[in-house]
């Protein structure tokens, strides 16, 4: 199986995962030759990519980390909870995360353990779900980044649970924002950008009236945007002054931003954001933690096609366990040529060669269909 964007997906290609809801309903099933509805179909879903299989790549099988009952429960869990929030004051908000707190508690404790009982990079990618709300799913994803990062730098397991409650609740202040600008498709006016900006200080208030909550997971929501520089929000903190938990949140926020579908841009490739955490390191993010997350995360998941340095083009096939930009590649192409047999690349071995380019187009002429 390879990945292809949605944008680029032709009639006739055939889906080599299942599309799922939330609800565990599928709506594309494996092995459906795709047409021009299905097409619309997963754009109206803002689904940016799918696997396609084809007879050259159908050995390449991309493992999900986490399994399909776990994640929707987990979602199921968050929209539900966030959902009861709504129109509350501020006391109530807080009453409604009280009694989810120990299913909440629960939930970090599954999650942690799915992430420790896999040696591969952890990717999010392979999975192919529609969710009928953004703010769930990201959610779910800035927990599970936050916690791969938080499991590689070796922290404690208490605070690795206070992490990932941090985490889950990070955004939690954004169910007072209403959605007419929250998911505005056009640029937000400068009125509309300071009212998103208040949930941060929204959600450390609901959150610090939780009393069997840790104050730090208050923390977490209040200080995710803030920058090593105090170009953040909301109070401007600087290095030191910030949270390391609420550092880690930060870089995983903004990559699981990036490479999601939104109404007023496209998904990133994971490569692209990567560098985008990179350009702010020092600056911005703190480097120790966009190291970890560099060892922790797929950059290049298992499917997609890459060009190298030296002419060659292939598909990632495996992944090299802490060397997340150097995995091994399925080649099949070399100046534009197809080549008559393919053989491996494993890149760890090979520091001559790097990895230039993703391609998440499709070509049909350069690829058999199965």
Same mark, same amino acid.
Request: charge should be negative; hydrophobic fraction near 40%.
């Given at each position: 199986?390879?990945?292809?964007?949605?944008?680029?997906?032709?009639?006739?290609?055939?889906?080599?995962?299942?599309?799922?809801?939330?609800?565990?309903?599928?709506?594309?099933?494996?092995?459906?030759?795709?047409?021009?509805?299905?097409?619309?179909?997963?754009?109206? !879903?803002?689904?940016?990519?799918?696997?396609?299989?084809?007879?050259?790549?159908?050995?390449?099988?991309?493992?999900?980390?986490?399994?399909?009952?776990?994640?929707?429960? %987990?979602?199921?869990?968050?929209?539900?909870? +966030?959902?009861?929030?709504?129109?509350?004051?501020?006391?109530?908000?807080?009453?409604?995360?009280?009694?989810?707190?120990?299913?909440?508690?629960?939930?970090?404790?599954?999650? @942690?353990?799915?992430?420790?009982?896999?040696?591969?990079?952890?990717?999010?990618?392979?999975?192919?779900? @529609?969710?009928?709300?953004?703010?769930?799913?990201?959610?779910?994803?800035?927990?599970? =980044?936050?916690?791969?990062?938080?499991?590689?730098?070796?922290?404690?397991?208490?605070?690795?649970?206070?992490?990932?409650?941090?985490?889950?609740?990070?955004?939690?202040?954004?169910?007072?924002?209403?959605?007419?600008?929250? +998911?505005?498709?056009?640029?937000?006016?400068?009125?509309?950008?300071?009212?998103?900006?208040?949930?941060?200080?929204?959600? +450390?208030?609901?959150?610090?009236?939780?009393?069997?909550?840790?104050?730090?997971?208050?923390?977490?929501?209040?200080?995710?945007?803030?920058?090593?520089?105090?170009?953040?929000?909301?109070?401007?903190?600087?290095?030191?002054?910030?949270? !390391?938990?609420?550092?880690?949140?930060?870089?995983?926020?903004?990559?699981?931003?990036?490479?999601?579908?939104?109404? =007023?841009?496209?998904?990133?490739?994971?490569?692209?954001?990567?560098?985008?955490? =990179?350009?702010?390191?020092?600056?911005?993010?703190?480097?120790?933690?966009?190291?970890?997350?560099?060892? %922790?995360?797929?950059?290049?998941?298992?499917?997609?096609?890459?060009?190298?340095?030296?002419?060659?083009?292939?598909?990632?096939?495996?992944?090299?366990?802490?060397?997340?930009?150097?995995?091994?590649?399925?080649?099949?192409?070399?100046?534009?040529?197809?080549?008559?047999?393919?053989?491996?690349?494993?890149?760890?071995?090979?520091?001559?060669?790097?990895?230039?380019?993703?391609?998440?187009?499709?070509?049909?002429?350069?690829?058999?269909?199965?």
């Amino acid at each position: 199986m390879r990945i292809v964007q949605t944008a680029y997906l032709p009639s006739g290609a055939i889906l080599g995962k299942s599309i799922v809801d939330m609800q565990g309903r599928t709506l594309l099933h494996k092995g459906v030759q795709i047409t021009d509805w299905h097409i619309k179909r997963m754009q109206k !879903y803002n689904i940016p990519y799918v696997y396609i299989d084809d007879s050259d790549t159908s050995h390449i099988v991309p493992e999900d980390i986490i399994p399909d009952k776990l994640r929707r429960g %987990a979602i199921g869990t968050i929209k539900q909870t +966030f959902e009861k929030m709504q129109g509350e004051i501020h006391q109530s908000k807080s009453m409604v995360i009280e009694n989810a707190a120990i299913t909440m508690s629960k939930l970090v404790d599954q999650l @942690t353990e799915e992430l420790k009982g896999h040696d591969d990079l952890f990717h999010i990618i392979s999975d192919i779900y @529609t969710f009928d709300h953004y703010i769930f799913n990201h959610s779910l994803n800035v927990a599970l =980044y936050s916690l791969a990062i938080g499991l590689e730098l070796k922290l404690k397991p208490d605070v690795l649970k206070t992490l990932g409650l941090g985490s889950i609740l990070h955004d939690v202040g954004k169910m007072a924002v209403p959605e007419e600008i929250l +998911f505005k498709p056009g640029k937000l006016l400068e009125e509309e950008f300071q009212i998103i900006k208040r949930h941060s200080e929204e959600g +450390f208030n609901i959150l610090r009236q939780v009393h069997n909550l840790s104050l730090l997971v208050a923390h977490c929501a209040y200080q995710h945007h803030e920058r090593l520089d105090g170009s953040g929000y909301p109070r401007g903190l600087k290095n030191n002054e910030i949270l !390391y938990m609420a550092k880690i949140i930060a870089v995983a926020d903004v990559f699981d931003a990036v490479t999601s579908n939104r109404v =007023y841009r496209e998904a990133m490739l994971p490569s692209e954001a990567l560098e985008l955490l =990179y350009a702010g390191a020092g600056t911005k993010f703190d480097v120790e933690i966009v190291d970890a997350f560099k060892r %922790a995360v797929a950059i290049y998941p298992i499917g997609i096609t890459v060009e190298l340095s030296d002419g060659r083009k292939g598909i990632v096939s495996r992944q090299n366990t802490g060397y997340s930009d150097r995995p091994v590649i399925e080649v099949y192409e070399r100046n534009g040529e197809s080549l008559p047999f393919r053989y491996e690349v494993d890149l760890k071995h090979q520091f001559d060669v790097t990895v230039i380019k993703c391609d998440t187009t499709f070509k049909q002429d350069a690829m058999k269909l199965s």
